[in-house]
């Protein structure tokens, strides 16, 4: 079973250490996050991030994902302003991610992320439709759910 592979970059002798899905944990939170079930994803994926040593990016890039699957559960129990707050610093923990996730598609998942807080900054009752006296106008629809998939 690998839980994470370490990787020396010959020419500058830089250790990074990269985690794939063979890992069954991991690929087991990448699919509960990718079946809408964020809590446990976020319970999963918790707990490979626990033990990694604090200065390795992976942990940074983990802890992101991590925090995308707590960012979408704050959505899905309409807590809007938590889930902005959380993918926000998803968004940033993400930076470089290519480098612990080599296989993963980053850019789709930034693009689908995007949506999401562009969705989430925008306040219930101001999409832009006319207001009809007496009703109650609601926020967009709501994007489709980002996945985490492997790169093509």
């Not at 996730?101 to 562009?118: C, E, I, S, T, Y």
């Not at 109650?136 to 790169?151: E, F, K, S």
Request: charge should be positive; hydrophobic fraction near 45%; charged fraction near 25%.
């Amino acid at each position: 079973m690998e839980i994470c592979r370490l990787t020396v970059n010959a020419r500058s002798h830089n250790r990074q250490v990269i985690m794939t899905l063979k890992n069954p944990d991991f690929a087991r939170g990448i699919a509960l996050f990718n079946r809408a079930h964020f809590f446990d994803a976020h319970e999963v994926l918790e707990d490979l991030w626990r033990p990694i040593p604090r200065e390795a990016p992976l942990r940074l890039h983990l802890q992101a994902i991590v925090q995308l699957a707590v960012a979408f559960h704050h959505e899905s129990t309409g807590n809007y302003v938590g889930a902005r707050s959380v993918l926000a610093r998803a968004l940033r923990n993400l930076h470089g991610a290519e480098n612990s996730f080599p296989h993963l598609d980053f850019d789709q998942l930034r693009a689908d992320l995007g949506l999401w807080l562009r969705f989430l900054l925008q306040p219930p009752g101001t999409d832009k439709r006319p207001k009809r006296s007496g009703l109650d106008v609601r926020r967009q629809a709501a994007p489709p759910m980002p996945r985490i998939l492997a790169r093509s």
